[in-house]
């Protein structure tokens, strides 16, 4: 079962507007932060809940959205963070990308914590699942090639459930929001816990980024 955080809970800041409605999508791209993430917040979840407020303050104050641009945000204790939501457009996919597929952000970065533990690869699942069961989510699991953590690249999948791949050639590097693709390949006894994130050397147009 998800446990989610409520903006409340988190201390989101209002939007600044109103949502534009989004009533399905073709799936869900997995983001990481694209900066320094502290590894201290695998041992205090306070510092995770600082991280989603600062990343929403960049968003709003920085780049002037309305909001913070992901539809959720999963941390290392398995809990999902409420972004902008179901049914609402994010926008941190990119322009007119927005509205094909729902954003979760992996709070992991390309500095200090660069690989996911299992629970936050499990609370990337329950976002997507959630997506899925409230905001008409499609089968579609992805991001771009920009994606890969640097210490994750050529790191063996050891687990084969859960995995960072390229994507697809083409896709514009981000500056905050480089999306990831997450790949679960559920066996008949669901998501193995011992999962590992990977990534391919090149990205799918051949170049590394
Ligand atoms: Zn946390």
């Known amino acids: 079962m998800i446990d989610l955080v409520t903006r409340a809970a988190w201390g989101a ?17 997995v983001h990481y932060t694209g900066d320094r993430v502290d590894p201290a917040l695998l041992d205090d979840h306070d510092r995770c809940v ?20 992901y539809s ?11 972004g902008r939501g179901p049914g609402h457009v994010c926008a941190a996919n990119g322009g007119g990308l927005n509205s094909a597929h729902f954003a979760v952000l992996a709070l992991v970065g390309n500095a200090g914590l660069v690989e996911p533990n ?4 499990l609370g990337v699942m329950d976002a997507i699942d ?18 890969t953590p640097p210490a994750a ?7 084969g459930c859960a995995r960072a791949r390229p994507g697809r050639a083409g896709s514009r590097p981000r500056r905050l929001s480089r999306p990831l693709a997450v790949t679960c390949r559920r066996s008949r006894g669901g998501c193995s816990p011992t999962r590992r994130w990977s990534a391919a050397r090149t990205c799918a147009s051949g170049r590394r980024r």
Request: aromatic share 6%; with cysteine; net charge positive.
């Open 13 to 29: 800041r209002a939007p600044r507007g109103s949502y534009s409605p989004l009533l399905s999508t073709r799936g869900v791209k």
């Open 50 to 69: 600082a991280k989603v407020r600062q990343v929403q303050a960049f968003h709003m104050d920085g780049n002037g959205w309305i909001d913070i641009g």
């Open 72 to 82: 959720m945000v999963a941390c290392p204790h398995r809990k999902v963070f409420v």
């Open 118 to 121: 299992d629970e936050l690869l």
């Open 130 to 147: 959630y997506l899925r069961e409230h905001g008409g989510a499609g089968k579609e699991i992805k991001g771009t090639a920009t994606a």
């Open 153 to 159: 690249r050529g790191t063996p999948c050891t687990g």
